[in-house]
């Protein structure tokens, strides 16, 4: 009976603390996962909203990627005139 003592003892002060101390450890790792997650769903919040207007973005950067793609080709025709052939 008196090793039963010993026994609940030894698990009273050196198991449970041990066990406390490192439950607090594991929480404190996910509250710190918990705020890396938030911070991740603010900003990618905030991204949606920056991207709310992409669509009506591409349209005119298409619009310009043609006008340039036209001037380019004007250029080009114009320098191949004034360059000699390549041998």
Request: no cysteine; proline share 5%.
């Amino acid at each position: 009976m008196t090793l039963w003592w010993i026994g609940n003892a030894v698990l009273l002060l050196v198991v449970v603390p041990v066990l406390v101390a490192l439950l607090n450890r594991i929480l404190a790792a996910l509250e710190r996962i918990r705020k890396a997650s938030d911070e991740i769903l603010d900003g990618g919040v905030a991204l949606v909203g920056e991207l709310a207007n992409t669509p009506a973005l591409l349209a005119q950067t298409d619009a310009t990627v043609k006008a340039v793609t036209v001037g380019a080709v004007r250029y080009a025709g114009f320098v191949a005139k004034l360059l000699p052939p390549a041998n």
